[in-house]
């Protein structure tokens, strides 16, 4: 077999199974997305920030209340000597409208809070996006990149084959020694011991990424993207503005301020007002009267009412002993530190942007550097075999050429994988994932 047809080998998918399950980079972030509990979580607190939206509107209009009741007293009150009220049954049942007028700025504050209760929930759902799709891509990619270096293995297996044969004939035809034998099956020992430790490995890699996509452990699976990388970064460097941390921060700023007029709200004046209608019966109320010719005679009176009722009222706070000074004081300087926070943290997002477009743009420079490694070592590979078939190389020569190439390989594989984890690292920093 010509070592050129070898190379070829490195490029086959390993462990094409029948049934196995074929997974893309997209099927595998939208599994993802679909399958993962905190994006549940995330969506669910997106549906409770309309909702608090929707109660916070609520406080703008007028609540009405359907109220009633009844109770039993016995003994009848006494109100003196000669009267008595009997509330034996007695009922009360009203329907009221309450409609704040002014409540020093509350409401409007609080719809505020809820709006941007919001948007908060909407930024928190869109890191969580992209946390998952980072777990998933950096989970796809080692896969792959581990398949890939199964794949090399088998490669260097099938060159070291061809070298154990013609080596063997060599033996046995009196041109070399056993020990030259013994050096090539001891490489491929070393080289089985390397590949069960690498489908070990893959074996790993396929169940994390099972459960990430939300599959079944055991479920074989094909990716179907490769380590290609032929192009220059395609990403120009992106600040911090469309991060949902960043974001999140600076909203937590807005939050503090609105809590400064929340807390002097309660220390304003309030306005309310109530109308209804109430009704109650069954009172009854038994005394005595005088007749004309003196006789006391007794008599019962029976207590209902029907009717309309209206009331203002005016609530204005007066002296709290420097409670609402404090509360004011301490919530201006909680703006203060979520001031302060936002700033120490935008400076880290920045720094963290920065490095991770660093090691962006550099992988790519590995690439290139690994690339011509393997091109040389891989010419060198091919001159030395075919010097070694005539007799002008030693299999010490061969030997090493081929572990030059394998290193060669290998790195190439971990700086492709890598370039790949770093985009999504930066993507993910500059909040474009």
């Known amino acids: 077999m010509k070592l050129r047809y070898l190379f070829f080998l490195v490029c086959l998918p390993a462990f094409l199974t029948a049934g196995a399950m074929e997974l893309s980079l997209r099927e595998c972030r939208e599994m993802a997305l679909r399958n993962d509990e905190d994006m549940a979580m995330a969506q669910n607190r997106v549906a409770q920030a309309d909702l608090d939206k929707g109660i916070a509107k609520t406080a703008y209009f007028p609540k009405f209340d359907i109220n009633g009741g009844a109770f039993y007293l016995t003994p009848n009150p006494s109100m003196g000597a000669t009267m008595d009220i009997q509330m ?7 329907i ?9 700025g509350k409401i409007i504050t609080g719809n505020k809070l809820a709006g941007i209760g919001q948007e908060v929930s909407r930024f928190q759902l869109e890191a969580t996006r992209m946390d998952v799709i980072a777990e998933a891509e950096k989970s796809y990619w080692m896969y792959v990149a581990v398949l890939a270096k199964i794949d090399m293995i088998n490669a260097y297996m099938v060159q070291l084959d061809s070298i154990y044969a013609y080596t063997k004939s060599a033996y046995e035809v009196g041109l070399t020694t056993q020990l030259s034998v013994n050096r090539v ?3 491929r020992s070393e080289l089985e011991y390397r590949l069960r430790q690498a489908k070990s490995g893959a074996d790993l890699c396929r169940m994390a990424l099972c459960r990430i996509i939300g599959v079944d452990e055991n479920e ?3 990716p179907t993207e490769q380590l290609n990388v032929l192009e220059p970064p395609e990403h120009s460097f992106g600040g911090i503005e469309k991060r949902p941390e960043f974001l999140m921060a600076m909203k937590n700023v807005d939050v503090k301020k609105l809590d400064v007029k929340m807390a002097l709200s309660d220390f304003l004046p309030t ?10 019966g069954n009172m009854k109320m038994t005394s005595y009267t005088a007749l004309p010719d003196g006789t006391m005679y007794p008599f019962t009176q029976s207590i209902d009412y029907r009717g309309f009722v209206g009331a203002i009222s005016v609530t204005i706070p007066v002296f709290h002993w420097g409670e609402g000074f404090k509360k004011v004081k301490k919530a201006k300087m909680e703006v203060e530190n979520a001031s302060l926070f936002l700033e120490k943290n935008k400076k880290l997002m920045e720094l963290q942007s920065h490095q991770t477009y660093n090691n962006y743009i550099e992988g790519y420079d590995l690439i290139l550097a690994a690339t011509k490694a393997l091109d040389e070592a891989q010419e060198n590979l091919i001159e030395i075999t075919e010097q070694y078939q005539v007799g002008l190389m030693t299999l010490t020569d061969l030997l090493e050429a081929q572990a030059q190439w394998h290193t060669s390989y290998a790195n190439l594989i971990e700086a492709k994988t890598q370039y790949k984890i770093n985009e999504v690292e930066y993507l993910r920093n500059v909040g474009q994932l």
């Open 88 to 94: 034996r049954g007695v009922y009360m049942a009203g």
């Open 96 to 104: 009221s409208l309450t409609q704040p007028i002014y409540t020093g």
């Open 185 to 187: 099956e001891s490489r």
């Open 220 to 222: 074989a699976l094909v």
């Open 271 to 280: 306005v309310g007002m109530q109308i209804g209608w109430n009704a109650f």
